[in-house]
């Protein structure tokens, strides 16, 4: 069956607030698509409209050639007839179900044989590893346990889509680790198309084909997560991506290939561009060295901070202020002079006014 | 992203598309429950109301022959002018008017000096016995409220009224005073009595939500203890204060059985008993002119408190989590205070229960002497010389009568508003934000201000005749168990409300995702996950339904009589004895009832009250 799903100009309002504002996507069948954006965003609502909890309020959506919402027909499948899995944030699960119980609910409406149900409890729970789990109440299990059954349960019924809402954000660190994992493998061996919401740039750069990133109710970018990480379409989605954070230098072009940031000049590759602009730069794509090199700059290491695998090294030159990151452990000490210089093609330029990539 | 251009339909293609957005609306569930629930709440609340108001502008049969060019049915300010002016007026409206008043506030006064008093006993210091005491504080209140005016008459009654005189009199043999024997100091003891359970339970509630740092903070600056209870204290319980004082004051103004026993028999008529008179006498309209005062007032009570709280409110939540609470050292005054709590206990609940119960063994009342106790009252047959001739209550197959009424209407209403209450709480919680969640909130919330006796009036106005679907209901059983719903609309709601809150959405959610459809949800999600709110919820319901008076007491006839109503019938033709007996049994169900409440988690009358 064709899972493509397309939404066309959804739009959702509560109230005032605008939840979504025309948001057009066209997802491929097998793709791990990420919402991904600061709360208030609209990622929770998109996701509930596309499972058919939420009425919009204009825009149609398309499961394969089935229509499943449209405002302007009338249409809305219930969430039933849309054969999509959700996992909730907090779970879910029913408290007073047993965990096969909790598995089996979808089944007996849809009048499995006790057997074929059987079958279906046992391969779930083997699928999350949860293997002898049957006879559990969730009260009786922890978080990340109670989360495996709320996959186990989706996967039993075998819906031809994943939805997920923030399944890992109640998760302490480390398990939210195993989980990230054990939800793309799910993915690899179902190849289910999968939405997945979340506000955790780490999660959603780890374990997506796509990533659309959100911010007020409209889709700012919509690309592989490298495209996303590497080229962000505005100043937004550069500053909301990436640990630390891109270095964002004002400036203003002055020769075909030079920003004047003030004090220094930088050099960039060549854009048709003119203006006042901003640069923007990931720590790690810093060139750093404790001896003059020719080209660069000079700063001083106003605060070094080692973490093992790398070290984030905050630099300053007057008012402009860089965040640098390198490997392993810094030598380099407090307030020491360093030497800073860029390459060109890891700069990406921005138009100061409307915040948006300058592409060459 | 930019927007797609959609190419722009037809008139009737957006018609169609119109109309199937709002089926689809319509069939939502908690928008079909909730209009259902309006339609439900409108003939049981608006209607009424509206009805009450009417018969107090239109000519009534009885003034047909009574004043000249009346006219049944057409439009009149005759009662209103009559109820409101001359001597009538004051006779009737304003001098009860000003009773009820007086009662309501004594009471509120006293009850929450009593209430809150033990509230900081128990929840704020080292007094010994504290957990015993807490659960004596709740009994006065689940008691009929009218236990305390009959113990009263038991011990202090006289003999200006006729009749035989008090224990008071029997032992030393000199009448009490008339102020002591009846009218408002007496009442607003009783009622207060009963009632301060409200101030005790939202008071200690909010002394228990306070991090006593907050008290320790000032003492370490070197506050002085009375000012921390002034300054730091009280402004925190303030709210629960004023809770209080709304739940007390309506209650008290509309309370019927105390002034009815304590103030009718020197006609020290309050708003409630002249309701009463006037219906007997069959002014109706005259009556509903009294019963639309009487809501009036409530009205202007609650909303005026709910101003003062609104702007509190903040103060709730403070040190919700993790506190720490010390208890206040009472020092050399430990022994003293409990030994006087205890008292205080006893005096409310143990003295006036063995009053009654010695009582009910006298043959001929006022007599207090051994060879004056019988059995006659309880299993006596009947004797044209003792009680009228009435046989002993447990032999009178019309008390096991009224008896079964009791609790049938105590069953149904309880069933009726557990099951009103999960669906409300349903339509409430999933509706919220919308307008329509609103309304039927508020129609809920609405015989909150309306005061038991007036609800009662209100009912007869409204089934007197048919009316729509609904066959006159006057003087039939399934009338009061109406009445009662509607009465206990506001605590379903709430409690219903409370429950589907702690269900959560997407546990519902998960369900329709899953393929089931409303009903499949209700029976296997909904319904078992509300379960214990239901069961709590139901227990309480009865008790407070099982010693209801004030609500049914215009509503009962001889076939509907119930235990509550019974106990008056005795009262008014003089059988003090017998009307003991039906309080004591009556107490017998309602503690019995109480017991069973403790024994399932979470559903204590504490819980129940604090939820309102």
Not at chain 2, 392 to 397: A, I
């Amino acid at each position: 069956m064709d899972t493509t799903i397309r939404i066309i100009n959804l739009t959702k309002k509560f109230g005032k607030v605008v939840a979504l504002d025309h948001v057009s996507l066209v997802i491929e069948p097998g793709t791990f698509l990420t919402l991904l954006g600061p709360s208030g965003c609209g990622k929770t609502t998109l996701l509930r409209c596309v499972a058919g909890l939420e009425d919009p309020d204009g825009g149609e959506i398309f499961i394969g050639d089935k229509l499943i919402f449209s405002f302007d027909k009338g249409i809305s499948l219930p969430p039933s007839q849309r054969e999509l899995g959700l996992v909730f944030q907090n779970y879910a699960l029913w408290p007073h179900m047993k965990v096969d119980k909790n598995i089996t609910f979808a089944l007996e409406i849809q009048k499995m044989s006790k057997d074929e149900m059987k079958k279906r409890v046992k391969e779930s729970l083997k699928e999350v590893q949860m293997e002898g789990y049957e006879d559990r109440y969730p009260r009786e299990m922890s978080g990340g346990q109670q989360q495996r059954i709320a996959l186990a349960r989706m996967l039993a019924y075998r819906p031809k889509i994943f939805l997920m809402d923030e399944p890992l954000s109640n998760l302490d660190a480390r398990l939210r680790m195993d989980m990230r994992s054990e939800i793309k493998r799910l993915h690899h061996i179902a190849g289910a198309t999968t939405i997945y919401v979340t506000h955790d740039q780490v999660e959603a750069l780890t374990m997506s084909t796509n990533i659309a990133v959100m911010k007020e109710g409209v889709v700012q970018q919509f690309d592989p997560p490298d495209q996303v990480y590497h080229y962000p379409a505005n100043l937004f989605v550069a500053d909301f991506i990436g640990n630390p954070k891109v270095n964002l230098l004002e400036g203003e072009i002055d020769a075909q290939d030079l920003v004047d940031l003030g004090h220094i000049n930088i050099k960039v590759n060549t854009y048709n561009a003119s203006g006042k602009v901003v640069v923007g730069v990931r720590p790690e794509d810093i060139i750093v060295s404790t001896t003059p090199i020719p080209g660069a700059h000079e700063f001083a290491a106003y605060s070094v901070l080692p973490s093992g695998a790398d070290s984030t090294i905050i630099a300053r030159q007057k008012d402009i202020e860089l965040t640098i990151r390198v490997m392993g452990i810094s030598k380099i000490k407090m307030d020491e002079k360093i030497w800073v210089a860029f390459d060109p093609s890891t700069l990406n330029l921005y138009h100061k006014d409307s915040g948006n990539l300058i592409t060459s | 992203m930019t927007a797609l251009e959609v190419p722009r339909n037809s008139l009737s293609q957006r018609l169609t598309a119109g109309s199937r957005r709002f089926f689809r609306w319509l069939t939502r569930p908690q928008v079909v429950l909730s209009l259902l629930l309006i339609v439900i709440m409108f003939y049981m609340v608006i209607i009424p109301l509206y009805k009450l108001v009417q018969t107090t502008v239109t000519w009534q049969l009885v003034d047909v022959s009574r004043v000249e060019g009346a006219e049944e049915g057409e439009l009149t300010l005759y009662h209103w002018t009559r109820m409101m002016t001359g001597i009538f007026g004051k006779i009737y409206t304003f001098t009860p008017l000003q009773h009820s008043l007086t009662v309501a506030t004594g009471t509120v006064f006293l009850a929450m000096f009593i209430g809150g008093a033990l509230a900081w006993l128990v929840v704020r210091t080292d007094m010994p016995g504290r957990k015993l005491i807490n659960q004596l504080a709740v009994l006065p209140y689940i008691m009929p409220s009218w236990t305390l005016a009959q113990a009263w008459l038991v011990l202090f009654k006289n003999r200006t009224q006729g009749g035989s005189p008090g224990l008071f009199e029997f032992i030393l043999g000199q009448s009490p005073p008339d102020w002591l024997s009846y009218g408002p100091v007496p009442i607003i003891i009783c009622v207060a009595l009963h009632y301060y359970t409200f101030f005790f339970l939202f008071v200690s509630a909010a002394l228990m939500s306070i991090d006593s740092n907050l008290e320790e903070a000032g003492e370490l600056m070197g506050a002085k203890r009375w000012r921390i209870l002034r300054k730091i204290t009280l402004p925190l319980v303030l709210p629960a204060l004023l809770s209080g004082f709304i739940m007390t004051f309506s209650k008290a103004l509309g309370t019927f059985g105390t002034p009815n026993i304590l103030g009718s028999p020197v006609r020290y008529y309050v708003l409630s008993t002249m309701m009463r008179g006037s219906l007997a006498a069959g002014d109706k309209a005259d009556a509903f002119v009294l019963g639309i005062v009487l809501i009036l007032f409530s009205i202007v009570t609650i909303s005026l408190n709910q101003k003062l709280i609104g702007t509190r409110r903040s103060y709730e939540t403070i040190g919700g989590r993790g506190f720490v609470a010390t208890p206040s050292k009472l020092r050399d005054w430990k022994k003293a205070i409990f030994v006087i709590v205890v008292i205080f206990q006893l005096a409310i609940v143990v003295i006036p229960i063995a009053l009654l119960t010695y009582n009910t063994f006298l043959l001929r009342s006022g007599d207090f002497s051994f060879d004056n106790l019988t059995l006659q009252n309880w299993i006596g047959e009947a004797n044209p010389d003792y009680n009228d001739g009435q046989p002993g209550v447990l032999l009178n197959p019309r008390i096991w009568k009224t008896a079964w009424n009791s609790i049938r209407l105590a069953l149904l209403t309880a069933l009726f508003s557990g099951l009103l209450g999960v669906l409300l709480g349903y339509s409430i919680v999933k509706g919220r934000g919308t307008r329509l969640s609103k309304l039927v909130e508020q129609m809920a919330y609405l015989p909150y201000v309306i005061p038991g006796i007036a609800l009662g009036a209100v009912y007869i106005a409204m089934f007197s005749k048919p009316l729509g679907p609904i066959p006159s209901l006057y003087g039939t059983f399934a009338l009061l168990v109406l009445v009662s719903i509607a009465d206990k609309l506001p605590y379903s709601s709430r409690s219903g409300v409370s429950a589907m809150m702690q269900v959560g959405h997407e546990l519902e959610e998960a369900a329709q995702i899953a393929g089931a459809n409303v009903w499949q949800r209700f029976r296997r999600i909904i319904f078992p996950l509300t379960t214990a709110g239901f069961v709590s919820g139901f227990l309480l319901t009865f008790i407070t339904v099982m010693r209801e008076l004030s609500l049914i007491i215009l509503l009962v006839n001889r076939d509907t009589q119930v235990l509550a109503s019974q106990t008056m019938w005795y009262v008014e033709n003089n059988l003090d004895q017998m009307a003991n007996i039906v309080i004591l049994i009556l107490i017998f169900i309602t503690v019995t009832g109480n017991l069973i409440i403790g024994r399932f988690r979470g559903g204590s009358l504490q819980k129940g009250l604090g939820s309102r």
